[in-house]
């Protein structure tokens, strides 16, 4: 796995949960490290080895939560210290083409849908839009559609 230059380095010690998954607190506020969202969809190391999942917010903390089959988190005992590194999974509005930047950012309400959707679903829209690049009024008007779709809170063109 490549390190990301916005990757965050910690230790914590794993939590097991009664349905065999682990949790890890998450030390350090998302918002401040990448930008305020309703959810971070992160990648990352436990200890050497890769997972990818969303952080979950409960009890006033943010957590990195695995299920019991996740290759992470299945080798982990209760209470285990481990080094974590994590980043912001897929593009990012800040790796964004200028103009699919300034459509988002001139709609909050896009912009937020659009930083919430799962790395899958941003790829595919920015790959729609990234067809047109030899004929630039498509490509507006595709931007657009974009923007008054995920604002609307569809995840793609379907």
Not at 2 to 27: K, N, Y
Not at 78 to 105: C, K, M, N, R, Y
Not at 118 to 136: E, V
Request: aromatic share 8%; hydrophobic share 40%; charged share 25%.
């Amino acid at each position: 796995m490549t390190l990301d230059p916005r990757a965050r380095s910690f230790r914590e010690s794993a939590s097991r949960a009664a349905s065999g998954g682990v949790t890890i607190r998450f030390p350090l506020d998302p918002g401040e490290a990448w930008g305020g969202r309703d959810r971070y969809h992160v990648a990352g190391t436990i200890d050497g080895v890769g997972f990818r999942t969303s952080l979950v917010h409960r009890a006033g903390a943010w957590h990195i939560a695995l299920g019991p089959r996740s290759r992470s988190g299945c080798r982990l005992e209760d209470g285990q210290s481990v080094a974590v590194v994590v980043w912001p999974e897929g593009p990012q509005a800040g790796q964004l083409a200028t103009d699919i930047a300034d459509a988002l950012a001139a709609n909050a309400k896009a912009q937020a849908a659009f930083d919430g959707l799962a790395t899958f679903y941003r790829k595919g829209w920015l790959r729609w839009i990234d067809a047109t690049k030899r004929r630039p009024e498509v490509r507006a008007a595709r931007i657009a559609e974009m923007v008054r779709l995920v604002e609307a809170g569809n995840k793609d063109r379907s």
